[in-house]
């Protein structure tokens, strides 16, 4: 049974940076396509970020563009999320989500199979 992790949510004040990471048990993660999305109260779970299996194609909702990294590293087996200049805004539960059968990076909740129990992210204003 698959197994996804997240970890490094936490309070930190507008402006500030975060990193989350994923982690996996039972598969390599070199075989997944990994997002993160997000959901904040009161609302929808909405992509944040995705990843190809190979790590070279990336996407990026246009809110978080130019100030979010997703990224692998096939060698811990970890995928991260880097969240820098943070907003109030990006206030939200953070999930990674993995689905091993896409080929390109998937923004919709459907095309994930496999789900982390989530990790709060809190930004002061």
């Known amino acids: 049974q698959v197994q996804l992790v997240e970890s490094g949510g936490g309070v930190v004040q507008a402006g500030g940076s975060l990193r989350l990471s994923c982690t996996t048990s039972g598969r390599t993660f070199s075989n997944y396509v990994v997002g993160w999305f997000r959901q904040a109260a009161g609302k929808g779970r909405e992509f944040v970020a995705g990843?190809?299996?190979?790590?070279?194609?990336?996407a990026y909702a246009d809110s978080v563009k130019d100030r979010f990294t997703i990224s692998k590293d096939k060698s811990t087996e970890t995928a991260y999320l880097q969240m820098n200049t943070l907003k109030p805004e990006d206030t939200a539960v953070y999930y990674c989500?993995?689905?091993?059968?896409?080929?390109?990076?998937?923004?919709?909740?459907?095309?994930?199979?496999?789900w982390g129990q989530g990790t709060q992210v809190t930004v002061s204003s």
């Open positions: 990843i190809s299996w190979s790590g070279s194609r990336t």
């Open positions: 989500a993995g689905q091993t059968s896409l080929y390109a990076v998937g923004n919709f909740e459907y095309e994930y199979s496999y």
